[in-house]
């Protein structure tokens, strides 16, 4: 969609996240992005019918392929993340959904994280395979893993870091060198729980970031919607099969709301690293609490690599307590007074929420014996996963501890 995405990829990001994508409205001189929900556009002169006719094209005909309110969200997260083009969609599934089927067909071989958020977990172990979609899933963690999973048609090594819910984090930059190395054409970095202030995923050598737009960088639990982000020619393609075929297109109205959301995004990843810091340090000497996990935490077991690869440590974090889980979720779910208990995560606002080994093992993950206890040794039995918000430290803290 050559012509529509504006941006200095240049400046800093407090600055990207403010003006990349925006421009004084010509016919208004409206200072803010317009909410554009038009459907279809009128052109000047008769133009073709199909989506193909449009590229090239420097106008817009109809939002299922391109939209305004969508093409300025997207060049303001082509500028956060240092990426040529991005894609929209009407969620972070729908976002990953887009990429991986429209990269890889019948035959084709993906390789997963052996834990992931969930959702994608269940499409690999469910979906693709139905569509002729070898899968495997790895801990990626273990590089040789990796490396004995790549077969002659491995098409794309999946990436999570930090993972949902384990927290465990991979090596970007050495797992995307392994993985172009022996042939693998795409690496794709889900880097949904650093966002783009953290961690930039193609710097480090990936191909393609997915976020989900709900989390962090919306950033107020107010709008759904998901972003793939890359090389402009592979992101043409994509919108051509995804937009315009599978169709799960963000709603202008999201994208607004995510636009404004966005411009605060390097503050706000200030504030969550900040709070977090002192809850997770807090939990940690806390006598009910029996294990914690943040990467910004010197005792989490990647640390190192988190201070490599991540320049904020975000907001997210798991902790396990002595007392039965379920017992005190139910306390949470009562007592808490400013945390939310309920699912979702990067919110302004704290969330937590009892994720049951069981409960993730049966729905999604559904490890043999080694790998379930892979998965409890590192991510725990049974984890709180708490989203910190961008609320007095002080008071999360009075909140936790009356419950703990
Ligand atoms: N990726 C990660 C890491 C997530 O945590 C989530 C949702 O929690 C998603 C993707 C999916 O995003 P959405 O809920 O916007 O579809």
Known sequence: MAGRQKGNRDWQPETAAVHAGEFVDPATRASSPNLVMSVTFAPE????????????????????????TVAQLE????????????????????????????????????ILPDANYVAIAELARDTLPRFGIEVSLVDLANPDEVASAIGPNTRMLWLETPANPTMKLCDIALL?????????RDVAVDSTY?????????????????????????????????????RKAEL????????VHFGGVLSPFNAWLILRGAATLPIRMRAHEDAALQVARFLETHPAVSRVLYPGLSSHPQHELA?????????MMTFQTKAAGPEVAARMVKELEIIH????????????????????????????????????????????????????????????????
Request: glycine share 12%; net charge neutral.
């Open 176 to 184: 995307a060198r392994l993985a172009h190395d022996r042939g693998v």
């Open 75 to 110: 060049a303001k997260l082509a500028a956060l993340e240092g990426a040529e083009a991005a894609c929209c969609y009407a969620s972070g599934v729908a976002a990953a959904h887009a990429l991986i089927c429209g990269r890889l067909g019948r035959g084709d071989h993906v």
């Open 341 to 404: 208990y309920a699912v979702s995560l990067g919110h302004h606002r704290s969330l937590i929420y009892w994720i049951g080994t069981e409960d993730i093992e049966a729905s999604s993950f559904r490890h043999d014996a080694e790998g379930r206890r892979r998965y409890r040794d590192y991510a725990g039995d049974g984890v709180f996963r708490l989203s910190v918000g961008i609320e007095s430290a002080d008071d999360l803290i009075a909140d936790l501890s009356r419950v703990l």
């Open 307 to 315: 201070r490599r690869q991540m320049r904020n440590f975000s907001g």
């Open 236 to 243: 043409d393609a994509l919108r051509l099969e995804a937009n």
């Open 45 to 68: 002169a008769v133009a073709g019918f199909s989506a193909r006719d449009e590229q090239g094209y420097d106008g817009y005909v109809y939002s299922r392929v391109a939209s305004p």
């Open 194 to 230: 650093a966002s783009p202030i953290a961690t930039k995923p193609l710097a480090l050598g990936a191909d393609f970031v997915v976020h989900s737009l709900t989390k962090y960088i919306g950033g107020h639990g107010d709008a759904m919607g998901g972003a793939v982000l890359g």
